[in-house]
């Protein structure tokens, strides 16, 4: 917890110094909205998804369920080996958010956000986290990970997150040594690009290797300067903080490439079909 708080503290104070977007909304307020957006997923991880991670991951361990556990493996390469599948999986559950139009709903308020910084990846939609929590205990039970393997990775995943969702511009060496291995702020920056071919690029939270194998991954933006958040949604004064609280159930943020969902008003359901072939 001190980690990420300085970790998040150190990335607001770079991104001031080394900005690699132009913010468009003003830093302050958009903080404070993106950190009450997380207060209130904070409170539902902590009643959802506490209760269930940390038992399982004890039972697993106890038991012996899971992939890694079939097998006697020293214990530094069986908490690599959950790490690489945790990451491999939550690859996986990050295209479904965006292609199942349940899902998508709820991670829509993630990019929403005008601008990205380290505080975006604190916003989250309380449903998504609660929606993650069944794939989170399927990942335990079938990877076979345990409590250890569980502590290292939420907090090497809170780091990774918090800073490819910076606006920190690396040097050019720096990117062309980390982008080959893991996600950085800019190339996730392309992953919330208005564009939809870039918003379907570069979903892996950490290793970047799994964009790679799926031919996902988009080292360039068609423009240099990326514009950020989702092509219905550009005016700041629809994204306040009980509007992006209430999104998921009220509004639906449809775009060709991403998933729409099925209800709504006639003409949202017949884009749906439009939008839903070309996916
Ligand atoms: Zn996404």
Do not use: C
């Amino acid at each position: 917890m001190v980690v990420a708080v300085a970790a998040f503290g150190a990335l607001l104070w770079l991104e001031q110094r080394r900005s690699l977007r132009e913010p468009l909304e003003p830093k302050g307020r958009r903080v404070a909205r993106n950190l009450a957006v997380a207060g209130v997923s904070a409170a539902v991880l902590h009643l959802a998804e506490r209760p269930v991670s940390l038992p399982l991951a004890r039972l697993v361990e106890r038991r012996r369920y899971g992939l890694l556990q079939r097998v006697r493996l020293p214990r530094w390469l069986e908490t690599a080996l959950g790490l690489l599948l945790l990451d491999y999986t939550l690859y996986i559950w990050h295209v479904l958010e965006h292609k199942v139009p349940a899902l998508w709903r709820y991670h829509a308020v993630h990019h929403v956000d005008l601008d990205l910084d380290a505080s975006t990846a604190l916003r989250f939609h309380f449903g998504e986290l609660a929606a993650s929590v069944p794939w989170r205990a399927a990942q335990i039970v079938l990877i076979g990970v345990t409590p250890r393997t569980l502590a290292i990775y939420q907090r090497l995943l809170m780091l990774s997150i918090m800073f490819h969702h910076s606006n920190v511009r690396l040097s050019t060496r720096a990117e062309k040594w980390l982008s080959p291995m893991i996600m950085t702020p800019r190339l996730h920056g392309i992953h919330h690009s208005v564009v939809d071919e870039e918003v379907n690029s570069n979903w892996s939270s950490g290793l970047t290797i799994w964009d790679r194998i799926h031919h996902t991954l988009r080292p360039k933006a068609t423009k240099e300067d990326v514009t950020i958040g989702l092509p219905e949604y550009r005016n700041p004064a629809d994204l306040t903080l009980p509007k992006v609280l209430k999104m998921p159930f009220e509004q639906l943020p449809q775009s060709g490439a991403r998933a729409v969902d099925h209800g709504g008003s006639h003409s949202s359901r017949r884009n749906s079909a439009t939008a839903l072939a070309r996916v």
